[in-house]
């Protein structure tokens, strides 16, 4: 990091801490040349993710739209939306993948909140996988239930 007072291009960091509310850390660095001291910011390069929907169109992925449909999902439940919508993001990023279906998308969240809490997910699924009639919806509540018999 070059130093903005003499462009030497030499630093140390003297303290590090992170940034409330955001994924970034303050750094305050002292010049090894100059000794004065100045400020920077490191945050996390994030891969653009382009996401193909059922349509065929394209939009960059905006995790707000997850949030809004995990929301709604988890209404009076006891699971965090945004912890849930998170996971998905950090999911997806570590993929390093620059295009993912709007249905892989759908079915990571679908397993997240399975893990968590049943009627969240039939809530979801019900959403998201579009039933079309009850016979659908019974069959996914009887599988959910033969898994409850099971533990």
Do not use: W
Request: aromatic share 8%; with cysteine.
């Amino acid at each position: 990091m070059k130093c903005p007072f003499c462009n030497y291009a030499e630093s140390k960091v003297v303290d590090s801490r992170p940034v409330e509310e955001s994924n970034s850390i303050r750094r305050r660095r002292e010049c090894l040349q100059c000794g004065k001291r100045f400020t920077t910011y490191e945050v996390i390069e994030t891969v653009q993710i382009v996401v193909i929907k059922k349509d065929g169109s394209k939009e960059f992925f905006d995790p707000h739209k997850i949030l809004s449909g995990v929301r709604k999902a988890t209404e009076k439940r006891p699971v965090d939306a945004q912890e849930i919508t998170n996971e998905v993001e950090q999911e997806l990023q570590n993929s390093l993948r620059q295009e993912i279906t709007s249905t892989e998308i759908g079915e990571i969240v679908m397993r997240k909140l399975k893990a968590r809490d049943d009627v969240s997910y039939v809530r979801f699924a019900s959403v998201y996988r579009e039933f079309t009639d009850i016979d659908t919806f019974l069959e996914e509540l009887r599988s959910l239930k033969k898994k409850h018999r099971k533990i």
